[in-house]
């Protein structure tokens, strides 16, 4: 079948449609989050909201048990890995653990596509995440790990887009790898911005969708240089739908405006390698 019009036009249609039905934000990560803005939530409430999913507790303690938190003894229950790692920890992997079931599709190019993002998504919150503790932002480490797992949302709403045109028959031709990362390249920064306003999530993570890829921001926030170092460190070890060699990271705008020394960019991309990447399995 010979299609009529572009994949571009088609898919932009489809994203300006106002009946568009947009990814769900999971409800409980938002039960988690809800009981975190509360200010006084303990192990016991936590543990209590997750036993409604067995599923995502199940992850929840598979990825605390993991090698990234290597040293730290076994824990078997959620309030036990709660007391052990903090409650704010402990509700990042939550809301990642929730988040996974987003990153599935029919099609098996894009389930693909799907699979690559999951884990750099979850490679870039993590190492957001470390990487503010070693470099002296502890207190923005939450943030920094939830602005990591949705600076790429948009490129999750996309894929769905046109797995939902496979679907349906609207879209029978070839979708060439280079079409498709060139459409998710160009569209993906504000259609992550709109799904985060949709969820009603911090503004700060939509300005990061926004702007994570903008070689001309001069953005001097934390949270947000912090996520465009940490993405770029993924891109350039292939965590990713792409890879880039040769990226000198320590030579980054953001590595100079953050103080890094050299020492602590070799150690994110040993964690990035050796830890993180193997969380998103």
Known sequence: MIQSRSLIDVLGDELARNDLQLPVYPGIAARVQALAASGNANAEQFERVLSHD???????????????????????????????????????????????????????QINRLMTQLWQHSVAVAFGSRWLAER?????????????????????????????????????????????????????????????????????????????????HSEDINPVHLIVRLVNTACTKLGVNLYKQEGLVLAASAEAAALGLKEVVIAELEIVLEDGIASLAA
């Not at 992850?59 to 730290?72: D, E, P, W």
């Not at 502890?138 to 679907?167: N, Q, T």
């Not at 306003?197 to 903008?214: E, F, G, T």
Request: net charge neutral; charged share 20%; proline share 4%.
């Open 54 to 108: 067995p599923a995502i507790a199940s992850q929840v303690l598979r990825v605390a048990n993991s090698a990234f938190y290597s040293g730290l003894s076994s824990v078997a229950t959620i309030r036990a890995a709660v007391l052990r790692l903090g409650l704010d920890q402990l509700i990042s992997l939550a809301v990642a653990c929730s988040q996974k079931g987003q990153f599935v599709a029919h099609d098996p």
């Open 135 to 215: 470099a002296g932002y502890r207190g923005l480490a939450g943030e920094c790990f939830m602005a990591g797992l949705f600076h790429d949302i948009g490129k999750l709403l996309i894929l769905k887009v046109l797995d939902d045109l496979r679907r349906r028959g609207e879209w029978t031709s070839d979708l060439p790898p280079s079409l498709v990362q060139e459409l998710l390249a160009s569209l993906h920064a504000e259609q992550g911005a709109r799904l985060i306003k949709q969820w009603n999530l911090s503004p700060m993570y939509a300005d990061i969708a926004r702007s994570h890829n903008d070689p």
